[in-house]
């Protein structure tokens, strides 16, 4: 089963978000533009970005990190960033990601429950940077977080065919497919350009339902539910030789949510604001 955030974590997440905020502080302090020393107004800078990446489940399917199995999906990102100040930018995305879980390699195998879903989810959100924007520094790590929606359609292979097992209602339960998901990471950009920028960003994502792998709560009287196909994918302990499970036995645990995490490539691409864009053609066609 899957452990419960303690007191610890949360005290070493506001720990590090304090030396981010005095570093940021610090960087305001100090934050002189370098080059040409010219102040640009930062307000309504446009990027766009994208990623591209690997993502990884963590639910009832899993009972801690199995190097030989991960389950690993790809994840694709396409949004954009306005920055409001020197350091804070809103951001929004489109996200497609694929994950995948089996209890064959889990502590729990003797339940035999696996699944596999693709799903899109969109977020809003805010980013903050270390360093100020004016001080055009080659490396930039920031934080971010956000929240918004993804789409749950989880998947199990029977005799050869996929089945959708929300509509199978496979613990008698039918649930909310288009959950909230809060987000949370860290990430790192290196300018490559004047205006291309790359970089790697680690993100968590938290998922306020416990179906994002269609297992949660309790193995269901199977004479509930609502065709064979359902019965057979709720209980496939019978697929490995084990005894059936009785109504009430624990399928999974509805104590913690499901969450899902993305390890991306980025691109960022800066399209600037209405002067800088006045000056860029004022330098492409100089007055004679």
Same mark, same amino acid.
């Given at each position: ?77 396409? +949004?954009?960033?306005? =920055? ?58 920031? &934080?971010?977080?956000?929240? +918004? ?18 509509? &199978? ?15 949370? +990471? ?44 359902? =019965? ?30 993305? &390890? ?25």
């Amino acid at each position: 089963m899957r452990s419960k955030p303690c007191a610890k974590h949360y005290l070493c997440l506001a720990f590090f978000l304090l030396i981010f905020a005095a570093a940021i502080t610090k960087s305001s302090a100090q934050g002189r533009p370098k080059g040409s020393g010219r102040f640009t107004d930062p307000f309504g800078v446009l990027s766009i970005t994208g990623g591209v990446g690997v993502a990884y489940y963590m639910g009832d399917l899993n009972d801690g990190v199995n190097l030989k199995h991960l389950g690993l999906g790809p994840s694709i990102s396409l +949004g954009a960033l306005y =920055r409001l100040t020197e350091h804070v930018s809103a951001r929004g995305e489109l996200r497609l990601y694929q994950v995948s879980g089996n209890q064959k390699y889990s502590k729990n195998y003797q339940n035999n429950l696996s699944f596999k879903t693709f799903n899109p989810d969109i977020n809003l959100g805010f980013q903050a940077d270390l360093f100020a924007y004016n001080r055009q520094e080659s490396i930039s790590p920031y &934080l971010f977080g956000g929240v +918004g929606f993804t789409h749950l359609n989880p998947k199990a292979k029977l005799d050869g065919t996929w089945y959708s097992l929300a509509p &199978l209602t496979t613990e008698g339960v039918k649930y909310k497919r288009t959950p909230l998901v809060f987000t949370a +990471g860290i990430g790192v950009s290196v300018k490559t350009t004047e205006r291309l920028s790359l970089g790697l960003e680690l993100c968590n994502n938290f998922v306020r339902s416990d179906y994002l792998d269609d297992v949660s709560t309790v193995y269901p009287n199977p004479d509930q539910l609502s065709s064979d196909i359902a =019965r057979q994918l709720s209980d496939r302990s019978y697929e490995i030789g084990e005894p059936l499970r009785q109504p009430g036995w624990n399928r999974g645990s509805a104590k913690s949510k499901d969450s899902y995490l993305f &390890l991306q490539v980025r691109a960022t691409y800066s399209i600037g604001n209405r002067a800088q864009n006045i000056e860029r053609r004022k330098t492409r066609c100089p007055k004679f």
